[in-house]
């Protein structure tokens, strides 16, 4: 998916830093001063997905034209009221979203080749997606994803392989790994994810991106096909480049929903937070039930658990002889695939006529 062009309009921040290249906070602070519009914001991240995109194949779908209306429509009630954008926490803010969940008008084909020949557009947006755009995002299109998330690279029949914006022989991993390369090549600074067995994790480690799974229920979900289908490992959750930029999309996307009977309340408020202080870290290079570990990988590991103890923590290296944990991967691998068949099985799709 590409865009084919974008209009000419202010790209830069008063620095003279790229907007995309700001993280959400900073961009978010900057139109609140009224030193930059919902419309320039946009701009910028469909600039960013013209240069880039190309070589990345972060998205399946763009909106640029319903991208614009919305920015547009955002800007002008600003300027009708200076006030608005300082109720919004999240104001004007480029979002990508997964192909996993719905954006309202947006197609939903969860990397499955089935459901792209459909092109079946989504009706109302999933809760953390409409969350987010109360909040004051602005969705510009759907992120890629392996065929119902299955795997942990980014790779589809209908939409192809995702690449690794660092080094595009690489993987960017999966099943998140669109949202987690679009953010990374800073075509934009949030992006929607789930996670049911490392599928937000994976992708923003080999992104090198901040990835959160939240606590089940943090995140909604309403029933239907989808993450909460997993098992109940699966969560909604973001990908960002910072901390700061995870506590807004928390605070905006949590809390509890009638529909969702795990949901729980919203995280304390980021300003409410203080210095944890010094942290006692866990550090297994194999979980007690890898079998081997690449040593370049076992190095990196060690370095990353040397730097935590030189921020003052106090380091656990815990071996193989004190912790063992069962390796029930490819059990749930299998229940999860027996669900996601039987799901299939009962849509009308599959079905046929």
């Known amino acids: 998916v590409q865009v084919t062009s974008t209009r000419s309009a202010m790209t830069t921040a008063p620095d003279g830093r790229h907007l995309m290249d700001l993280n959400a906070w900073e961009l978010v602070g900057l139109i ?60 004007g803010v480029p979002l990508g979203v997964k192909d996993l969940e719905d954006a309202a008008g947006m197609p939903t084909a969860h990397g499955s080749e089935l459901w792209a020949k459909q092109a079946r557009v989504a009706t109302e947006d999933s809760v953390q997606v409409g969350r987010l755009i109360r909040a004051g995002c602005i969705v510009v299109g759907k992120t890629n994803t392996p065929c119902l998330g299955y795997v942990a690279v980014t790779k589809s029949i209908p939409f192809g392989a995702t690449a690794n914006p660092h080094d595009t022989t690489r993987s960017a991993g999966g099943s998140s790994g669109g949202s987690a390369a679009a953010v990374a090549a800073r075509m934009l600074p949030l992006a929607t994810a789930s996670d049911g067995g490392g599928s937000i994790r994976i992708p ?16 909604p979900v309403k029933p239907g096909f989808g993450m909460e289908s997993w098992l109940r490992t699966g969560y909604m959750g973001p990908v960002t480049r910072c901390v700061e930029d995870a506590a807004l999309y928390l605070a905006a996307a949590s809390g509890p929903h009638p529909q969702c009977p795990d949901s729980l309340p919203p995280p304390p408020a980021l300003s409410a937070l203080g210095a944890p202080g010094p942290l006692r870290v866990a550090g297994s290079p194999t979980l007690g039930c890898v079998a081997h570990v690449r040593p370049s990988v076992a190095a990196l590991f060690t370095a990353a658990l040397q730097n935590i103890a030189t921020l003052g923590h106090t380091v656990d290296r815990m071996g193989e002889d004190r912790l063992t944990l069962p390796n029930f991967g490819e059990d749930w691998t299998n229940n999860v695939q027996a669900q996601g068949y039987a799901a299939l099985l009962e849509d009308p799709l599959v079905q046929g006529p």
Do not use: M, W
């Open 204 to 219: 923003a480690a080999l992104c090198g991106i901040f990835g959160l799974k939240p606590t089940r229920g943090r995140i």
């Open 32 to 91: 609140h001063a009224g030193k930059v519009t919902p419309s320039q914001a946009v701009e910028a991240a469909l600039q960013r997905i013209v240069e880039r995109d190309g070589q990345i194949n972060a998205f399946c779908y763009i909106d640029a034209d319903g991208a614009r209306s919305r920015a547009a429509q955002l800007t002008e009630a600003i300027k009708k009221d200076p006030a608005a954008a300082r109720r919004l926490p999240l104001c």
